[in-house]
């Protein structure tokens, strides 16, 4: 069973950064994309970021040039560096494996971790 555990929010002042990570459980990282999404109340959820197997990168213009993913293979791990935080960046931040192709990410029919709440006082 893949299990996707999400780290690292927090409360921030507007401007500032922080450094989500999320460990993969489940023998299936080195095999699958993964990407960050985000979730603010009544709003759906918005897919921030992808990252291919091979490193290959993918952004929301809503966070292009503030927000860089990465993956370490060897430690099943995904990281979300964002810095110039903004208040309408608040959320809860999730992880997800999936597959990414034609420019589409479709993410895996897993269940989703539990997130890490990043709010962004002005």
């Known amino acids: 069973q893949v299990q996707l555990v999400e780290s690292g929010g927090g409360l921030v002042q507007a401007g500032g950064s922080l450094r989500l990570s999320c460990v993969v459980s489940?023998?299936?990282?080195?095999?699958?994309?993964m990407a960050w999404y985000r979730q603010a109340p009544g709003n759906q959820r918005e897919l921030l970021a992808v990252i291919t197997i091979d490193g290959t990168t993918n952004y929301a213009d809503s966070v292009k040039g503030r927000f860089t993913i990465s993956r370490d293979n060897a430690k099943n791990a995904v990281y979300l560096q964002m810095n110039s935080l903004k208040p309408e960046d608040t959320a809860v931040y999730y992880c997800?494996?999936?597959?990414?192709?034609?420019?589409?990410?479709?993410?895996?029919?897993?269940?989703w971790g539990q997130g890490t709440q990043v709010t962004v006082s002005s």
């Open positions: 997800k494996s999936g597959s990414y192709y034609s420019g589409s990410y479709y993410p895996d029919f897993n269940s």
């Open positions: 489940g023998n299936i990282f080195n095999i699958r994309a």
